[in-house]
């Protein structure tokens, strides 16, 4: 895990910060291949990878909420980008699904309640690590509510937009067939 950098408004910075979720890791393997592939190695590449990318330019600061194959608890992982004031959470994640032949790539963002039944479902699964966390329903209510103020209107739709182009960009470039 990267340490927090001093605090400074953002408008006092040039380069904006983006923090980057590794999504699982440790004792959460999170989605299991067939071939046994674990998909906190995966998010971990990929979340590197991303940094690397991100970095190059000098463009962005970038921040991993971990560095390593540790675990992180999901309300730490928003904490250390809100203690960072990181302008952008990026989290990776791949889902398994029962299905083999199925493949693609979603791209979520912030709402108040899940696009369709299968977003929900989605949203269930990742959620269920809260178990691993030995999280009390007080701890996981005061998570909600944490969750629920970061709701803004502003900052779904900003993650709307920002979704959409993402979206956009991987159509372009990722070959699934």
């Known amino acids: 895990q ?15 910060r983006i923090m980057i979720d590794a999504g699982p890791g440790g004792k959460d393997s999170g989605a299991v291949g067939r071939r ?5 190695d995966v998010n971990l590449r990929v ?12 463009v962005f600061e970038v921040l991993l909420t971990r560095g390593e194959d540790t675990f992180v608890p999901l309300a730490d992982r928003s904490r250390i980008a809100n203690e960072a004031d990181a302008d952008l959470f990026i989290s990776i994640h791949c889902n398994g699904s ?6 693609g790539y979603e791209v979520y963002f912030l ?5 369709d039944p299968g977003a929900q479902r989605t949203a269930e699964m990742e959620n269920a690590v809260l178990e691993l966390e030995g999280k ?4 996981e209510q005061q ?12 900052n779904i739709n900003s993650g709307s937009e ?9 159509q372009k470039r990722v070959d699934l067939e």
């Open 2 to 16: 990267d340490p927090a950098p001093p605090r400074e408004a953002p408008a006092q910075r040039v380069r904006r």
């Open 36 to 40: 046994g592939t674990m998909e906190k």
């Open 47 to 58: 979340a590197r990878e991303l940094a690397k990318l991100l970095k190059e330019d000098g």
């Open 98 to 103: 029962p299905n083999s032949g199925e493949s």
């Open 111 to 115: 709402s108040e309640k899940a696009s």
């Open 136 to 139: 009390s329903v007080e701890e």
């Open 143 to 154: 998570a909600v509510a944490i969750l629920h103020a970061m709701q803004t209107t502003e």
């Open 162 to 170: 920002l979704a959409a182009l993402v979206a956009r960009s991987l």
